[in-house]
């Protein structure tokens, strides 16, 4: 069966720490993976988009690698802030799906 | 640049009643998404709808329907409402094309509550 699975536990980290969110799929060849921040009680905030046929994509802080044969996205906050503190989704276009499938989201606290 | 609108912002209704919820997108998207997020659930597909056509549509009963109106806002309509159905409601919005490689923009969503 097709999965798309974050890490359902929260992740805690000191300030100043690089933060590694991880999104595993199973039986989906996506062509696009799409990351998104939500806050609580609001709506996810779009933050990166890698195509299937970039192994990395950077925007200030923000890394996100794809590996095709892992079958696995990598986010990464460097430097991480209290304000980082929020739930990560992350989301994928796989063929003949039609639409984008998210995962349930990794809550991420950064403590000062 | 205003953002993707939703409203109202809360609806309360009782089992069997019927709720409208909208969405105004960002100007110049012509593609709407609807989705339901439970709570401490992921976000589920519903609807897309592009240049007022139905593209896709999620595992959702039929009691679920929507519709987008010429000026590309959208209207997300539940019949015979259920318990279950309590959720909060997220509308998105993007430029139309390739569906992957376009970000969503979202709305802050309709949390909709069954009594």
Redo the contacts between chains.
């Keep these: 069966s097709q999965k798309i699975e974050q890490n359902s536990e929260a992740l805690n980290i000191q300030e100043g720490k690089t933060a590694t969110l991880t999104c595993n799929y199973t039986n989906y060849s996506p062509a696009y993976l799409q990351w998104y921040r939500q806050d609580p009680g609001r709506g996810p905030v779009f933050l990166l988009l890698i195509r299937e046929n970039e192994k990395e994509k950077r925007k200030e802080r923000l890394k996100v690698t794809f590996d095709t044969t892992l079958k696995q996205s990598l986010f990464h906050i460097t430097a991480s802030q209290p304000a980082d503190s929020a739930t990560y989704l992350c989301a994928l276009l796989s063929g003949g799906y039609n639409k984008l499938i998210f995962g349930a989201g990794t809550r991420l606290a950064v403590h000062p | 640049e205003a953002g993707?609108t939703q409203s109202p912002t809360h609806l309360i209704k009782t089992r069997g009643q019927q709720a409208t919820l909208r969405c105004s997108p960002i100007s110049g998207h012509t593609s709407v998404?609807w989705?339901q997020q439970a709570l401490g659930?992921?976000?589920q597909?519903l609807l897309?709808y592009d240049e007022g056509e139905e593209?896709?549509r999620?595992n959702f009963p039929p009691r679920f329907s929507g519709r987008q109106f010429p000026n590309y806002s959208s209207e997300l309509n539940v019949n015979a409402l259920e318990l279950e159905d309590s959720a909060l409601y997220?509308c998105?919005s993007s430029l139309g094309g390739d569906?992957?490689?376009q970000?969503?923009?979202?709305?802050?969503?309709t949390r909709l509550s069954i009594l």
């Design positions: 993707v998404y989705y659930l992921g976000l597909f897309w593209r896709n999620g997220l998105a569906l992957g490689n970000p969503q923009h979202f709305g802050d969503g």
